[in-house]
Each structure stands twice: as structure tokens, then as C-alpha cells.
């Protein structure tokens, strides 16, 4: 699925986000930045270790904020690391955590002079966030940015299972 912001497109696509060809991808980290399951364990696997050399020598990030590196092995240039909130019940400002490690990604992109990113669905498998939150919050912040900024002209959000592609979908829907 597709839509138009301004002079940027938005896609929502089914798949595994180390295969992408955008400027860069985000991975879903640690404040550690030590590498992990899910996201985090594909890009590394992947990307090979010039990745994780580059995330040491970083030495870490705080929960809502982002990082860079190359991208190794990947067919994307770079990636943004960035650390979602884990969900607890709600009540620990997870909502705007989670807001703004996408808000830092984009905001790194822009930096860097990126014109295309990609997003797995931040915070919501290990890290437990429930979904349909979660891609309000990811759907919302990237169509407020992308209305604001016309430097980034591709965001992709690159589901992994057919449930949260389907989740995403509902979301962007009710957005528009
Ligand atoms: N491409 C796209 N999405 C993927 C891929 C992939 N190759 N693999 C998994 N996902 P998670 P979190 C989806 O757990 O909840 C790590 O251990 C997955 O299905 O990767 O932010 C880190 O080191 C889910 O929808 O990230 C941290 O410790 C989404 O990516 C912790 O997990 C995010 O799930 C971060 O937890």
C-alpha cells in the first residue's frame, strides 16, 4: 500500500527489511547497541561484523534517540540504530518514547542526507508494545515529519509477518 505526502511516498510492504535497497534502514536495538534477536539479530547476521565494531566503538544509546553507522554487507548504505521503549502497561511514558525514536531516525536521515529509509515495527516483538498502537504511533509521526520535510522523499515500513503488514494497513486507514 502507498500514499502520497506532499513530495514523499509512504509504502507499507510485507517482508524481510535486510533485503531493502533504501539510503538506510533502522534496526530495533538495545541502549546497549549489542546486538539481539528478532530485527536487531537479521541485521547483524547480515550486515556482517563491521556493523557491531561500529556500534562498539558508539558505545551505546538512550531509549527514544538514534545512532548511524554504515551498513556493512547490506544492500542499504546505512543503519539507523534506534531503541524503542519496552511496554509496560502503558504508564511509563512508553507512547512518547516510542514517538520519538522515530522522530530521531527521521531526524538522522535528514542530517545525513538520506532520501530513503526503511522501518521494521519498533518496540512491538520482544519488546512487547501492541501493535495497533504501535503503528498509530509510527504511521502518525512519519506523516507529521514528512508534511514538515520535503528532503526525505521515500519511508518505507517493512512488516515481517502478515498480521502486522494487516495491522498497519488498519491504522494508515483510519489516518487518512
Ligand atoms: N525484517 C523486518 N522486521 C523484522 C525482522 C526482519 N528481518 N525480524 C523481526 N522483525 P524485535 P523490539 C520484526 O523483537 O520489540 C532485540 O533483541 C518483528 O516481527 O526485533 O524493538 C534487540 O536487541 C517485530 O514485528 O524488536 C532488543 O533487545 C519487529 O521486527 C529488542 O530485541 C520488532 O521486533 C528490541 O525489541
Known amino acids: 500500500m502507498e500514499q502520497h505526502i506532499n513530495a514523499s511516498t509512504l509504502i507499507l510492504t ?4 535486510t533485503k531493502e535497497t533504501t539510503d538506510a534502514i533502522i534496526n530495533a536495538a538495545n541502549n546497549r547497541l549489542a ?14 561484523p563491521t556493523i557491531m565494531k561500529e556500534c562498539r566503538k558508539i558505545g551505546g544509546c538512550p531509549t527514544g534517540k538514534a545512532v548511524i553507522t554504515t551498513g556493512g554487507n547490506l544492500k542499504a ?3 539507523i540504530h534506534t ?9 511509563r511514558n512508553e507512547a512518547a518514547l516510542l ?6 531516525s527521521l531526524k538522522l536521515a535528514s542530517k545525513k ?11 512491538t516483538g520482544v519488546y ?7 503503528a498509530n504511533i ?3 509521526t512519519t506523516i507529521d515529519y514528512l508534511k514538515e520535510h520535503q528532503d526525505i522523499t521515500l519511508v518505507k515500513f517493512v512488516l515481517y509477518d502478515q498480521n502486522s503488514y494487516n495491522i498497519f494497513i488498519e491504522e494508515l486507514k483510519k489516518i487518512r
Open 128 to 134: 512487547g508494545y501492541p501493535l495497533n498502537e504501535a
Open 83 to 91: 531503541v524503542g521503549p519496552r511496554y509496560q502497561e502503558g504508564t
Open 35 to 48: 546486538g539481539g534477536g528478532g530485527v536487531d539479530g537479521a541485521i547483524h547476521r547480515t550486515g556482517g
Open 99 to 104: 514517538k520519538s525514536a522515530y522522530l530521531e
Open 113 to 123: 542526507n538520506l532520501k530513503s529509509v526503511a522501518f521494521p515495527a519498533i518496540s
Open 77 to 79: 548504505k546505512y543503519v
Open 14 to 17: 510485507c517482508g524481510d527489511i
Open 138 to 140: 509510527a504511521l502518525q
